[in-house]
């Protein structure tokens, strides 16, 4: 088989509520055998309650040896300040492997936030 690379776009993590204290986790992107993510940007969306008093972590989750996620230990990747009743959008750079999963804390213990995140990147395949 040969190998050959898409351009891969989508969103992993679609305006969700994240409530007070809380991470939640967007839909991973798993390669199936043979293939592997590259050179991702991932854009971060974060829209604080207007009353909120506390900013947000970006965590990261990844593998690059067809595993699923190497440890959950470490992950945060940024952390954003608060900016209450505004949105605040992020990039970052993903060098790739063949899981990726990123998520997003919410430091405030009162109010919750509303993340996004999307991608866009190169997909290899053919490599098995």
Same mark, same amino acid.
């Given at each position: 088989?040969? &190998? *050959?690379? $898409?351009?891969? %776009?989508?969103?992993?993590?679609? @305006? ?5 204290? =809380? +991470?939640?986790? #967007? ?16 854009? &971060? *969306?974060? $829209?604080?309650? %207007?009353?909120?008093?506390?900013? @947000? ?5 990844? =593998? +690059?040896?067809? #595993? ?61």
């Amino acid at each position: 088989m040969a &190998v *050959s690379a $898409t351009k891969i %776009a989508g969103t992993i993590m679609n @305006a969700q509520s994240v409530s007070a204290s =809380s +991470t939640s986790w #967007g839909t991973a992107l798993n390669a199936a055998s043979g293939e592997r993510f590259s050179d991702l940007w991932i854009q &971060v *969306s974060i $829209t604080f309650d %207007a009353s909120a008093t506390e900013g @947000a972590i970006i965590h990261r989750r990844h =593998s +690059t040896d067809d #595993g699923t996620t190497g440890t959950t230990d470490g992950t945060a990747v940024r952390s954003i300040s608060c900016s209450a009743g505004n949105t605040v959008v992020v990039e970052l750079y993903e060098p790739g492997g063949d899981y990726i999963e990123y998520g997003v804390e919410n430091e405030d213990n009162s109010y919750a936030l509303v993340a996004t995140i999307k991608y866009e990147g190169i997909k290899i395949t053919g490599l098995a």
